[in-house]
């Protein structure tokens, strides 16, 4: 595997559901993200982790819950979600605060 | 709260036909402007990083330029391979954070 990798690529989940969507990058980058990305939208910055570290709070929904076991792997675990949730979600990773950011091919996610 | 505007929204040209998009954007303390490209179902893949007003950077049929008020993306005599969705970010201070546009779509016919 290379770049950055996302697990699953399509998820369709009824509002009650958990689930996790799973992020790996092979680039040796110390810093990992997730984005949304709605249609006609702009990509949102949802978390960054750095060293493993959360940094750079946004306002996320509680529902979202980042973990980042290591700098490789990057998890967002999903629950009690909202139709409006219904979006691509991005991973990216960098070395250090680079604005050079490596996405993976995102996750498809819907809602219903 | 840093913010960037792309325009258009869509621009649909012919093959060999040459354009440019735009990227304005307010930040305080540019501490980089960067260019994406994304293609249908595909995370963005990154271009072009632009520092300082007065910089440019080519990339075959892509120059980016930038000024202390907007960037722009030039793309001279377009393939259809250039049919994209073309992203601006900016990123300000000593943050991770990028803020991007909502895009410009290029679509190039043969």
């Known amino acids: 595997e290379t770049g950055v990798t996302q697990t699953p690529r399509h998820l369709v989940m009824g509002m009650t559901n958990k689930k996790s969507l799973k992020c790996e990058q092979h680039?040796?980058?110390?810093?990992m993200y997730w984005y949304k990305q709605s249609a006609k939208k702009p990509l949102e910055l949802m978390f960054v982790?750095?060293?493993?570290?959360?940094?750079e709070n946004n306002s996320v929904p509680s529902r979202f819950s980042p973990e980042c076991p290591n700098s490789s792997h990057l998890f967002l675990h999903l629950h009690t979600l909202q139709p409006e949730d219904s979006a691509l979600y991005l991973c990216?990773?960098?070395?250090?605060?680079?604005?050079?950011?490596?996405f993976g091919p995102g996750t498809r996610l819907t809602v219903t | 709260e840093d913010q960037v505007t792309q325009s258009p929204e869509a621009l649909r040209l012919q093959e060999g036909e040459s354009s440019s998009l735009n990227c304005s954007y307010t930040?305080?303390?540019?501490?980089?402007l960067f260019w994406y490209r994304q293609d249908p179902g595909k995370g963005p893949e990154f271009l072009f990083t632009?520092?300082?007003a007065g910089e440019e950077k080519e990339k075959e049929r892509l120059k980016a330029t930038l000024t202390k008020k907007e960037s722009f993306l030039h793309i001279t005599a377009p393939k259809p391979e250039d049919s994209a969705t073309y992203l601006c970010?900016?990123?300000?201070?000593?943050?991770?954070?990028?803020?991007f546009g909502a895009g410009t779509t290029v679509t190039v016919r043969a």
């Open positions: 680039l040796g980058h110390n810093a």
């Open positions: 990216a990773s960098s070395q250090d605060r680079a604005g050079e950011q490596y």
């Open positions: 970010a900016v990123q300000s201070g000593f943050r991770y954070k990028l803020s």
């Open positions: 930040v305080s303390g540019l501490r980089g």
């Open positions: 632009l520092y300082s």
């Open positions: 982790y750095s060293l493993e570290e959360r940094v």
